[in-house]
């Protein structure tokens, strides 16, 4: 499953460095790891468990810049299942 518009535009923003965010989106509970620039890089997206834990999917973002920090390749990959 690939990620779709409306979550796009959420993990695209740029957040709070070096911090984890959590949103609800629909039905589903989204976690996110930001970078040093507070760009997500890791997002976890499911149902939140009773001990706080996302059980669902897990995304990386690959995300590669030139000097001047222009995106040069920007895409999430599906790493597997999270729990």
Not at 14 to 32: C, H, N, Q, W
Not at 47 to 52: A, I, L
Request: hydrophobic letters at 30%; glycine letters at 8%.
């Amino acid at each position: 499953m690939s990620l779709k518009d409306p979550i796009l535009a959420i993990v695209n923003k740029i957040y709070e460095p070096s911090t984890m965010v959590e949103r609800k989106f629909g039905r589903y509970d989204l976690a996110f790891k930001t970078d040093s620039e507070g760009r997500p890089i890791l997002l976890f997206i499911g149902k939140k468990n009773e001990q706080g834990q996302i059980v669902g999917d897990r995304y990386s973002r690959r995300l590669k810049t030139d000097d001047k920090g222009n995106p040069i390749k920007d895409h999430w990959e599906r790493k597997g299942k999270s729990s």
